[in-house]
Every structure is written in structure tokens, then in C-alpha cells.
């Protein structure tokens, strides 16, 4: 069979997918959606009708263009973490590229209510992240050729961001949108300031746990585990990193819906997580690199937000405009949802 122009041979697919589910099966036919044929995103949704010694029956599956990087953590996360990866059932080389045929789970299992969503997105960010969480020597051993997120360097990112952030603030489509711009830097600075404070462990990051990217099963004793794809971006750095994005991108949820913002409450179930089984870690150390990897990283998105507002002022502006609010609302009270004179009173 033919995907996205690649050769996809059926007997040693059906050979490698014997092997991964333990029953011998043959490929009679395959059904194509593509979602993307565009580099470095090409992405196809796959239907295998397979013939077993007994019955057919159906297997979801994406052929993905991905990279050695993803290929390395995408199948050892499947190892060391069964709940966290989905599986790969055949991957091959051409033409200088790597592409894989992934296992796909179609769709979230009932679980609740959106809360519940929520806790469980955590929870499964906190299983990948507790695997590798100090291991350097085990980190450098599995993954010595992908990126460390270092403090400098997303120090670095952060600080061209807010600079250009700084220059957009005075354009007449977004300075409405700057109101408390003054605020946020003094906070964005003081935070950017005390990087050499942070000594935090790292561990192996998604670098892309969005709820999109998510799947959700139950497990033998019926409790939810979460399935993340794309680990195309992962990388090693710290722990607060990936919870900040995806705090982030709840927050959005919450807010779209007039729901109030859940990320306080979910930031403390990671941190008591993480205190209960790393009886080391301090919980002022866990805040202060959290909010360093929350301001490092939403600067960022906040940037490619504002840049796409001015640019394009008409397109979809009520999103837009929810997604600049919440991420500025949020630089400017901080990852405990309280603002500084709120806090410095309580703390009086």
C-alpha cells in the first residue's frame, strides 16, 4: 500500500503488528484520510481491516513523517511508562526522512467531568515526568543527542520575547490589549532576575502535552490513564515546563467556557504529587522555577499571538483576544492566581 507517497509494505507491517499484539493477523485492506501532505507535518489517519485466524476486525493508526529524536522517546516512553505512549507498530527510513505507523486511540473514555479531565491531564504529566526526574546519568544514557532546555538559554528566549512584546505593546490594533503592560514587566524582570536562584531537577519533557494531543484509557483496575502523542519536541529541562503549557491551555478552556481558571488548584495537586514521592523537593524551589518556565514560555506563545492580532485583526478576533487576555491576566498575577499586592498583604 501507498501513504503520502511512501511505500508501505503490508507483510512487514502485518508481521511487526503479529508480533506487538500476539496474534498472527494479515492486512486485507487500508483506508486513508490525510491530514496533512505539508513537511514537516505530513500526517495520515490510517484504517487497517486485519484478518485473524478467527475474525477481521479494525485497527486505528497514524503514518506520521517524525524524527530519530521522536522515534527514541516515543518508543521508550512506551516502555518505562506503559500508560504514557502509544505504541509503534512499524517504522522505517527513506530518502534521508523517518516516518512511523503509530497505534491510535480514537477517542477519550468517559471520564467525568471536566474537573476530572483536568486532574487526570496532571496526573499524567506527573507519570511521564517522575520516571527520569534527577536521573541525569539515566537521562544522558537514553537521551544524549536531543536538546537540554537550559536556564540561560530559555532565559534567553524569554527576554527577546519581551522585548518585542515591548514594541508591539504600542501598536494602535493591540494597545488596548497592553493596559497593565507596565505591571507585567516589572514581574517578568523581577522573576528573569532570580534564574540563578532555581536549582531544581530535570527530567525527559513532551515539550507538547496539549489536551489535543491527548488520549485517555482504563487501565486493569479501571482507572484512567492518559495517552500522549507528538513527541516530536520533547527534550530535557524542567518538570514546570510542560505543566505550564498545559496549565495554560486549561486555563483557555476554562475561560471560553466562563468557567473560573482551574490552573492554581492543579498547579498544587502536581506540586503535592511530586512533594509526597521526592521527599526533597522544596515547594518555594517547585513555585519559582514554575513561574520562571511559566513566564519563559508564555512569553513566547504570547508574542506569536500578538504578532498574528496585528497582522491579521479581523481573523477570528474573539479568540484571539481571550487567548491574549488570559496569558497576559496570568503573567501579571502569577501561578497562584493572586495578584502582588494581594500577596504581599496576606503575607503582612
Known sequence: MHVLGQYLPNEEISSSISRIYRQEVSILNCDVEVKSNTPPKRLASIELTLSTSATQKKLLAFFKETSENELVCTSLANKVMPYSSPRILWHTEAEGRCWMLLENIANWVNIGTPPRVNENMTEGLYEIHRVFLGQDDLLLQHFNTIPVASKDRMKSFATNAREELNALSSHVVAKELFVDWEKIKERVDSVLSRVGDIVFPKTLLHGNYFPSSLRGIFDSEGRVRVIAYDWLYSCIGYPQADLALLLDRIDIMANDQGLESPSPVLLQHYSD???????????????????????????????????????????????SILEIKTKLRRLEIGPEGRDDTNRNSNES
Open 273 to 319: 504529587m511530586l512533594i509526597t514521592e521526592f521527599s526533597g523537593v522544596d515547594f518555594e524551589q517547585f513555585l519559582l522555577t514554575y513561574e520562571f518556565c511559566y513566564i519563559c514560555k508564555i512569553l513566547q506563545v504570547l508574542k506569536w499571538w500578538i504578532r498574528a492580532f496585528v497582522k491579521h485583526p479581523t481573523h477570528d478576533p474573539a479568540r
